[in-house]
């Protein structure tokens, strides 16, 4: 039997288990039935000593006051040196506790024997100093509550590494990791600036790829992080943004239903494993960016739930403090403490774990009070309307910490609904973020290009509605995993057609992606055109890449990156509507857009027309800002994409022919279902006329 397995068998033995937790187990407050009876008593070595404490009168004030952001310093378990003996510093947040202990492998688990003490500051927190003790150690806290008796073993909220699920135990982790990532570090801002291009790679770090070998087990973060990055960089992406990798208990959620805030999950790792990832990651000049989830936490017992016998960190009110969607619990964010572990657990990802973003996940279900119920089932704001002002404040709040403490970082909102502002400053009225996925781009983009080409006609203003809006936030163009589970088909297959057609419509919709103003995220396996519904416990299917379709399309995604990436008109001016002007959007009979991107330098000009019909189109007409050779820098229907080799030789010459508003014309060969850019050759730049000087009389 391995070690591991045996000393977890050893563990549960001694707190009277007979087998593993239920990975299923939830909590609720109506039928929880927690056993309060006295433990097996055994011998333990050194007893708790109350009096040391991290905790200063400063932080004390800080705490109550709801400003405390790094509490993950002085919260949770710490290797400690009191009188000169080494130990572990506990501290806890239970203040309608009645007592809470520590248990663990140090005392069998038993349940009483090492009591914390209750701080006298009122400001509900526990300590307790256990010597003879440090890292590596598991432990649990036991509450004992005044409501009702209630009593239940409670995971460290701050914990900075937990048993791999089912179990659920904390670990007492001190971090020793030496970062190689300097060069990254000092360049990172520039790398995140609004005028960079961003093309950000979203990863399930389970099932990206698996070793079929080894009962097709899920890579460990070594390994993900290098060949994660070697793939990236070979495809051309700048960041990669990892679905929730904070500690969860149940797979089937993705991650997205969090107990660890503090603590990347054990799965594939230690603390210092995921450190090895990121900073490979950022070696091979790739951005990590994290999903984010302050908006709900799930059920499980262990888990934040009713902490203390109350509602702790959630709302008492269901009508506030339930989620009927995803059943799970809503933060209250009116309380100064759940504003300081929630912020707190945003900083140390930027903080100690060098993370260049965070993607702030279901941020219009924290906006909305009334949001997924019916009337009756939600309690309006003291003014009456359905804003949740507490969580506003919060958002805000935590935007303003992470660009006042990480301003080369950025945070990004997935919200899907209007609510003004979401990308703009806290000072001029906004919430304070970076970007905000284009919720209503992705919807109109894919029910377009599922539609039959030969009724797009009818339907052309979902190609050109977008632009509206294009510049009211700075905006993030989303093809995420939530458009390919839950019976909705991968990508490929919503694509109309035959298999060539397939391929063809979802070249040109990339295209049409990677052209169109905002910064691009793209779902592993969209890139080569996966089949099968992306399912969290299986591999992506890599052999595809061995048929010519699918390979094809993969070079067209890496040959999308690399030219999104080096032409600055197709990201420099992504958020200003400078940086876009339409050559002609109202083609709906020949389902044909073009329009030109720029960049600040006059000579940054890129000519783009998509022609989504399956239709060639010869001799077709774009007008031209500048006269000369225009180069075709891509074309969707080119021979090593899979396409049908449709296309302009390479290049087109302007002619003097005035068309579409500018002095110029294109005429070209307009491939089926395809997506061509040109970009000119040469741009002669007038220069400013001297002032004359004034005579002298």
Not at 58 to 77: A, P, Q, R
Not at 224 to 231: D, K, P, R
Not at 337 to 352: G, H, Q, T
Not at 548 to 554: I, K, Q, R
């Amino acid at each position: 039997m391995p070690v591991a397995e045996s000393r977890r068998g050893a563990r549960e033995k001694a707190r009277g288990l007979d087998s593993a937790p239920d990975s299923g187990h939830t909590f609720s407050m109506h039928t929880h039935d927690a056993w309060c009876g006295e433990p097996h008593k055994m011998q333990k070595p050194g007893s708790v000593i109350h009096g040391p404490s991290l905790l200063t009168d400063h932080d004390i004030y800080l705490f109550k006051e709801g400003s405390h952001f790094k509490l993950h310093e002085k919260l949770g378990s710490h290797v400690h040196e009191h009188e000169g003996v080494r130990g572990v510093l506990f501290s806890v947040w239970a203040p309608n506790a009645k007592s809470v202990s520590v248990m663990g492998d140090f005392n069998g688990w038993d349940r009483t024997s090492h009591p914390l003490a209750w701080r006298w500051d009122e400001s509900g927190i526990w300590e307790g100093f256990v010597p003879g003790i440090g890292h590596g150690e598991h432990y649990k806290y036991y509450v004992q509550s005044h409501n009702n008796g209630y009593c239940v073993e409670k995971a460290d909220p701050y914990a900075q590494h937990h048993e791999t699920p089912p179990h659920t135990a904390s670990i007492v982790w001190e971090t020793q990791y030496a970062w190689r990532d300097a060069e990254w570090m000092a360049q990172r801002g520039a790398r995140n600036a609004p005028d960079a291009p961003v093309s950000i790679y979203e990863v399930h770090a389970g099932s990206w790829r698996r070793v079929p070998h080894e009962g097709a087990r899920s890579l460990n973060y070594r390994e993900l992080g290098e060949q994660l990055a070697e793939y990236c960089v070979r495809m051309n992406f700048t960041h990669v943004e990892l679905m929730p990798i904070m500690e969860h208990p149940f797979d089937g959620s993705w991650g997205y239903q969090l107990t660890g805030f503090f603590a990347p999950t054990s799965r594939f790792g230690a603390p210092e494993d995921f450190m090895y990832l990121v900073d490979v990651l950022h070696e091979h000049g790739i951005g990590v960016i994290l999903d984010w989830v302050p908006s709900h936490f799930p059920s499980d017992e262990h888990g934040l739930v009713y902490f203390d016998g109350t509602h702790l960190y959630e709302h008492a009110d269901p009508r506030q403090g339930f989620h009927p969607d995803w059943k799970s619990y809503i933060f209250n964010y009116s309380r100064s403490e759940v504003r300081n572990f929630l912020i707190s657990s945003a900083l140390i990802w930027l903080d100690k774990y060098h993370i260049d973003g965070l993607r702030v996940d279901a941020v219009a279900s924290m906006l909305y009070l009334d949001y997924s119920r019916e009337n009756g089932e939600w309690i309006p704001n003291q003014y009456g309307g359905r804003e949740n002002i507490d969580a506003i404040s919060f958002l805000k709040r935590f935007n303003e910490m992470v660009y006042g403490e990480f301003p080369d970082t950025m945070t990004m909102a997935e919200e899907s609904t209007a609510w003004p502002m979401v990308s703009r400053p806290v000072y001029v009225g906004g919430l304070g973020f970076g970007m905000k996925w284009k919720m209503g781009w992705m919807h109109d983009s894919l029910e377009y290009m599922q539609l039959d080409p030969i009724y797009r006609k009818f339907h052309h203003n979902m190609l050109t509605f977008s632009m509206i809006y294009a510049f009211n936030e700075n905006y993030v163009l989303p093809l995420s995993h939530d458009e390919v589970v839950h019976g909705k088909g991968s990508l490929i297959r919503k694509m109309p057609g035959d298999d060539w057609q397939r391929f063809a419509n979802l070249r040109a919709l990339f295209g049409y992606m990677y052209s169109h103003p905002g910064k691009k995220l793209l779902f592993m396996g969209g890139e080569f055109g996966q089949w099968n519904e992306w399912y969290h416990k299986t591999s992506l299917d890599w052999h595809l890449l061995d048929q010519p379709l699918h390979a094809g399309l993969s070079r067209w995604v890496r040959d999308l990156n690399r030219v999104y990436r080096d032409e600055p008109a197709l990201h420099e001016l992504d958020f200003y509507g400078e940086g876009f002007a339409w050559v002609d959007y109202h083609d709906y009979e020949s389902n044909v857009i073009s329009y030109l991107r720029r960049g600040r330098k006059p000579e940054d000009v890129i000519l783009v027309v998509c022609n989504f019909s399956p239709v060639p189109r010869y001799n077709y007409n774009a007008g031209a800002p500048h006269p000369g050779v225009w180069r075709e820098v891509l074309n969707s229907d080119a021979a090593e994409y899979g396409g049908s080799g449709i296309g302009n030789l390479g290049s087109v010459q302007a002619n003097n022919v005035s068309s579409h508003g500018h002095y110029h014309t294109l005429v070209m060969a307009l491939p089926p279902l395809g997506f061509v850019a040109f970009k000119p050759e040469s741009v002669s730049v007038p220069k400013k006329s001297e002032k004359r000087k004034s005579s002298k009389k």
